[in-house]
């Protein structure tokens, strides 16, 4: 999967001389799937994860909140497995912590991402 490469912080990155890179990268586009909430892109509001609506509630159900997130791993071409997920919640907050560890081909892929919201 073609992708613009962002940076660290998720902006779009460019180099010195104003150049973009084009990158392949699985984790980056787990990284965005993670990143969306639902109903957010206006081309197809069916995206997402319901944030709002499921994950950042209270009395959220931590069995559903996890299925939402390897779904959204597993929704990236490349990937074929979810090898390990911890999810942290802190709801006070409505912040996010997801670490994971997935397959991609024979390549195995570890981030972290942090949603708020």
Known sequence: MK??????????AVSSSGDISITDSVSQ????????????????EELGI???????????NDFRT???IREQILSVDEVTEVTSLTITANKAERTL?????????????SEEVTVNA
């Open 3 to 12: 992708d613009l490469l962002l940076d660290a912080t998720g902006d779009l």
């Open 29 to 44: 586009a787990v990284k965005i799937r993670l990143q969306w909430f639902a109903g957010e892109w206006e081309f197809n």
């Open 50 to 60: 319901p944030y709002f609506d499921e994950v950042l509630v209270k009395g959220g």
């Open 66 to 68: 996890e299925q939402l």
């Open 97 to 109: 912590t997801i670490s994971f560890e997935a397959k991609a081909g024979s390549e195995y892929i």
